[in-house]
């Protein structure tokens, strides 16, 4: 997903394993024109981290892979489509086959692409932090160090 215009490349495989994940990288490299670099955000899965996967990237120089940590799902706004695509269509669907899962998934997001809408953060970097600040508060008490917000640069 691209996070500046919501545009979606998708592609669905039975499996995920490196080797889909490979495949998926090249769609993204045919799709993506050249002259653009790719940012890529990724769970912590262990199919994003394997040596065939970081000999791809290196072979790619334009490709950037970044990780989220682990519990911080919110931060990749795939995870966001996600729960468009769990609400918009699994939830009110009935999918006699794969075939037919995987076909209405295609036409989600052709259907999504004709009219794309990126993701906006409605709080601030540090509205989030200072809200985890407080989640921390009352499930740790005072037993951890204050996040402190970023600031400047």
């Known amino acids: 997903m691209n996070v500046a215009d919501g545009m979606v490349i998708a592609s669905t495989h039975r499996r995920h394993r490196a080797v889909e994940f490979r495949k998926f990288l090249h769609k993204i490299d045919q799709s993506v024109p050249?002259?653009?670099e790719v940012h890529v955000v990724c769970d912590n899965?262990?199919?994003h981290k394997t040596?065939?996967?970081t000999a791809w990237i290196e072979r790619h120089p334009r490709f950037h892979m970044h990780v989220t940590p682990t519990y911080s799902s919110w931060i990749n706004q795939v995870e966001r489509l996600f729960a468009e695509v769990t609400r918009d269509l699994l939830q009110r669907s009935d999918h006699r086959s794969v075939h037919a899962l995987e076909k209405?998934?295609?036409d989600w997001v052709k259907a999504w692409n004709e009219n794309p809408k990126p993701?906006?953060?409605t709080k601030t970097a540090d509205q989030i932090l200072e809200s985890l600040e407080r989640l921390l508060q009352r499930i740790n008490g005072a037993r951890h160090e204050p996040?402190?917000?970023?600031?400047g640069t």
């Open 34 to 36: 050249e002259h653009l």
């Open 45 to 47: 899965y262990g199919t």
């Open 51 to 53: 040596p065939s996967v």
């Open 104 to 106: 209405d998934l295609r």
């Open 119 to 121: 993701f906006i953060w």
């Open 147 to 151: 996040v402190t917000p970023r600031t």
